[in-house]
């Protein structure tokens, strides 16, 4: 078993790793074909390591999402905003990271705060694009607290375009509006506002 004292490392170095795992296999081979060696001192648990990062990262499981409490006003907008997360990006298998706003008009019932954060966390822990991230927080808010005006607000920075190709910098901003949120104007100049204030 691996004990890491190291406070960075993940709870899941505890984990003894699976004798005959395929990403352990590929983690080896993917250091071979860029020339170095995965018996050498610093890469021998790599491999391991490489493993149990993907397995964490695809198996994420956020828990209960669906806290919901009654609500005290049908008229006000609940906004959370600044939910930092990873995702990878489908097309690299690079990282990207996205800073999501979520804001909702209630009906009977509120969302717990924490649940905004796991359904973020829920959809970012696959492969994704950052429209269909937005796209699917925004479904999961809807489905959840039956809300028909939800916001999703995404701004986030690709590694696939930082680390490669043109390697420049940007940040790239997605949004899904669904009810009056992408039909009334004043509205969705509401929320900008609150979000820049």
């Known amino acids: ?24 296999d590929l983690a080896r081979q993917l250091l ?3 020339g170095e060696d995965p018996d050498r001192d610093g890469l021998q648990e790599t491999p391991e390591r490489f493993a ?13 999402i669906s806290t ?28 990207f990271n ?3 706003t ?12 924490s649940k905004f954060a796991r359904v973020a966390h829920r959809h970012a822990h696959k492969l994704q694009v950052q429209e269909r991230l937005v796209a699917d927080i925004a ?9 028909t005006d939800v916001a999703v607000i995404g701004k986030g920075e690709h590694l696939c375009m930082t680390m490669r190709g043109i390697k420049a910098s940007a940040l790239m901003t997605s949004t899904a509006f669904r009810g009056a949120f992408g039909e009334d104007a004043t509205l969705r100049g509401e929320l900008f506002s609150l979000i820049k204030s």
């Open 102 to 113: 979520i804001a909702y008009r209630p009906g009977k019932h509120l969302l717990g705060l």
């Open 139 to 147: 479904q999961d808010i809807t489905d959840v607290t039956g809300a």
């Open 52 to 64: 149990r990062w993907w397995r964490e990262f695809i198996n994420y499981a956020p828990g209960t």
């Open 1 to 24: 078993m691996t004990l890491s004292t190291h406070s960075e490392d993940h709870v899941l170095d505890l984990v003894e790793p699976l004798k005959e795992d395929p990403l352990v």
């Open 32 to 34: 071979k074909e860029i």
């Open 68 to 95: 919901l409490f009654e609500s005290t006003s049908t008229s006000g907008m609940v906004i959370v905003s600044d939910i930092e997360v990873w995702s990878l990006c489908e097309h690299h298998l690079l990282p």
């Open 98 to 100: 996205c800073s999501v």
